[in-house]
């Protein structure tokens, strides 16, 4: 081979070689798309309960807040597309909380009333519920009018609190006042009052599960009936139209007359 066409020989191969890079160049396989972004975390909301007044809330031996009202919340969020953390929180200043803003929900065996209403929203009602009077065994107590001379033990701020304070007078000092309703009735138990005026639930569940301390329940229908709601602050339309849709869903597909069953039996 000459010079001459070796060097065209050449010419043409790296002609084809620059072709070739070329070619492959085009054929890169494309870039895999884009990760699509993580879905935004749930809302958290802070409920607020006062966990002394089972079987509504109370802790158990871990510390864990649990209950009928917990259940319900929970199912209520899950349904909802929201998270909730239970914060133990007293009583007294359990409404305070909610509105400087420390909580964004309570649920504590909350009755619906008009005075509450001026400062908070309530949800849809949950559950119904009445006063029952608990009185020792070898009482003669029959009525709610029976107890206006006797010593009786309410949980201060309660609907309770203020049924009694109308029957005895806001300044009679046989209205004997307690952080909750389980001292109230631990004070029945000693001696200490005559009787206990609380939501039903509370006492028969204290009743039935403190056979020792030789209690009996009496009902009245003096009594006005009463609804449990979820509260939220003043004009949070939001939160409350999302806990009002979850706790619709819960009542529709069985999940709320499986937690009443649990806690409570069968709804009538």
């Not at 890079?21 to 990760?35: G, H, I, L, R, W």
């Amino acid at each position: 081979m000459n010079k001459r066409r070796f060097l065209n020989t050449a010419a043409v191969l790296a002609a084809g070689l620059i072709v070739a890079a070329c070619s492959k160049q085009e054929e890169a396989p494309a870039p895999a798309p884009a990760a699509a972004p993580a879905p935004a975390p749930a809302k958290v909301y802070v409920v607020g309960t006062d966990a002394a007044y089972a079987p509504f809330e109370s802790q158990n031996e871990q510390g864990q807040i649990v209950g009928f009202d917990i259940e319900v919340v929970q199912a209520i969020a899950a349904k909802a597309g929201f998270e909730v953390k239970f914060v133990n929180t007293p009583w007294e200043g359990i409404f305070n909380e909610l509105q400087q803003g420390g909580r964004d929900l309570l649920v504590s065996a909350i009755t619906i009333t008009d005075e509450r209403k001026q400062t908070m929203d309530f949800s849809d009602p949950y559950f119904d519920a009445a006063q029952l009077i608990a009185v020792k065994a070898d009482s003669t107590v029959a009525t709610f009018a029976d107890l206006k001379p006797l010593k009786v033990g309410v949980q201060t701020g309660t609907t309770g609190d203020e049924v009694v304070t109308q029957l005895l007078g806001k300044t009679s000092t046989n209205v004997k006042r307690f952080e909750s309703t389980p001292l109230a009735l631990k004070e029945l138990e000693a001696g200490g009052v005559d009787a206990v005026v609380a939501d039903n639930g509370v006492v028969q569940h204290y009743v039935a599960n403190n056979a020792a301390g030789g209690f009996k329940t009496v009902s009245d229908p003096a009594f006005v009936p009463e609804q449990y709601g979820i509260a939220v602050r003043k004009g949070n339309a939001e939160l409350l139209a999302k806990v009002n849709e979850g706790l619709k869903a819960i009542r529709a597909d069985g999940s709320y007359d499986a937690i009443h069953a649990k806690y409570f039996g069968a709804r009538k």
